[in-house]
Each structure stands twice: as C-alpha cells, then as structure tokens.
C-alpha cells in the first residue's frame, strides 16, 4: 500500500508544531519543512544562490545570516519569492527523499507554514489546517518570540488567510483549547491512518 503524504500547516501562532507533536506520539513520522530549510540554507549549492541573489548583505563572516536574510525579504514580497524559488524546491526533494524512507508506514505529515503559498500543497494527498482566531495567534507569537504586534503582523502578511487556506484544506483542527484540538487531531489521525473507530 502507498504511503499517504499529508500535509499539515496553519498560519503562524495557530500551533501547528503541538499538532505535529501528537501525531508523533501516535506513532505518524513528521517532516519539519521550516527546520529542514533554515539546514538547507547553509549548502554550498544554496549558499551560491544566495549570494547571487542578495549579495553580502545577506552574509555575516561568509555565512548566509537568517536575521539579515529576514530583514531584507520580508519588507519586500518579490525578494520573497526569490528566497523561496531558491530554498523550496530544494526542501520538495529532501522531503521526497526522506518520505520514501517512511515507506512501511500508512501516512507520513510534512509539517510546513507555507505549505499553500508555495504550491507544494499539490503534491501531497490530503491536507490539514490547523487554525485558531488572529488575536490569540498574535498574542501567542509575540510571547514565543519577543516580538512586537508590527513584527508579527509583517509575517502573517506574506501568509494567506485562514479563510483562502479552508477552501483547499481536507481536515480542520481548531486550537484555542489544547485539549480539545487533541482530542480533534486523534479524530483526524484516524482517519488518515484509516483506524477503526
């Protein structure tokens, strides 16, 4: 039988990594995309795309630099995309890769924040979107990173909406309260895992 591949994202703050935490203790490998890409950034192949792209601003001591790579892409949409053209196909292939080591399991989930922006959404089979409302995410984000409201609103503007993400999502796991999107994501976990009630 074909290993599934689902994907699981949610807009930043919506707590998509204590999702991906559950489906692992029920026994569900979990890709992290966002972690495999800040890796992938420091590849000699990535590094030299980098700096064609961005220059030494985006170098410190002629290592790519995440702080000053943020500062530069996130004010300015079209230097995004670039990033992204650079690190996601790159991060498609790692997760191919190591999906195909999973293949004795019924599903594996590749966890990602911008899972729809990217496109690869399309590759995979099914899709779950975690959400919860926008104030709490801010408010979640501002305390986990000490980050200001402006810093926050900035990155949740290169994300699509919750309600642009619903309408291509297969399984929806609301998160305000912790023990009821547990017990939401083990619903969706046997589904995907194709459980018996």
């Known amino acids: 039988m074909k290993t599934k591949m689902i994907g699981l994202t949610g807009g930043i703050g919506s707590g998509k990594t204590t999702i991906a935490r559950h489906f692992i203790s029920w026994g569900v490998p979990v890709y992290f995309a966002d972690d495999e890409a800040k890796k992938i950034l420091y590849l000699p192949e990535a590094v030299e795309e980098i700096r064609d ?19 530069i892409v996130f004010s300015d949409p079209e230097k995004l ?17 190591w999906a195909a080591s999973h293949s004795d399991k019924p599903c594996v989930i590749k966890e990602a924040a911008i899972l729809f922006e990217t496109g690869s959404y399309k590759d ?11 104030e709490t995410r801010i408010s979640r984000v501002m305390q986990r990173d000490n980050v200001t409201r402006e810093k926050v609103m900035e990155r949740m503007d290169n994300q699509w909406d919750d309600e642009r993400k619903l ?10 309260d912790p023990e009821k999107a ?12 194709n459980v018996p009630n």
Request: proline content about 4%; cysteine-free; hydrophobic content about 50%.
């Open 124 to 134: 995979l089979d099914a899709i779950i979107l975690v959400t919860a409302p926008k």
């Open 182 to 193: 547990r017990e939401n994501a083990f619903l969706v976990y046997k589904i995907i895992t």
């Open 81 to 97: 995309n670039i990033l992204n053209r650079i690190i996601h196909p790159k991060v498609k292939q790692h997760f191919l890769d």
């Open 167 to 176: 309408a291509l999502s297969d399984h929806i796991i609301e998160n305000i």
């Open 53 to 71: 792209a961005f220059g030494e601003a985006a170098f410190t001591d002629g290592i790519p630099d995440r702080q000053k790579i943020a500062g």
